[in-house]
């Protein structure tokens, strides 16, 4: 399980940093997106992969038998901020695209 999501947080960090690398702010966007994703996927492997773990509100037990809550409640507050990142983001897109006419981040016009 763990080779599966190390491959899943590389797989999306690598191709949102090929996507940003893109000459138009669309693309960029999706790659910002993607690397939020792989981002989040790896603060979230960081608190351990445990099934069936019980969350902190339960019976009083050993430590170790609890699921970490700190990972997943910055999972949480990095989901919100990046839907809110991502709507900004594509406000500037149409506003940027209304003004220069083309949506490239240079603001030249170059090959597709």
Not at 70 to 88: D, E, K, R, Y
């Amino acid at each position: 399980m763990e080779a599966v999501l190390a491959i899943a947080i590389g797989v999306l960090g690598a191709s949102g940093i090929w996507l940003l690398l893109r000459p138009r702010t669309f693309q960029v966007i999706i790659g910002l997106g993607l690397l939020s994703y792989a981002v989040n996927l790896f603060i979230f492997s960081v608190g351990g992969l445990r099934r069936g773990a019980d969350p902190v509100l339960g019976t009083v037990a050993a430590a170790g038998s609890y699921a970490d809550p700190l990972p997943q409640a910055l999972v949480l507050t990095a989901i919100v901020i990046g839907f809110a990142t991502t709507a900004l983001f594509l406000v500037v897109l149409l506003t940027s695209r209304g003004m220069a006419g083309n949506d490239h981040v240079d603001g030249k016009d170059g090959p597709a």
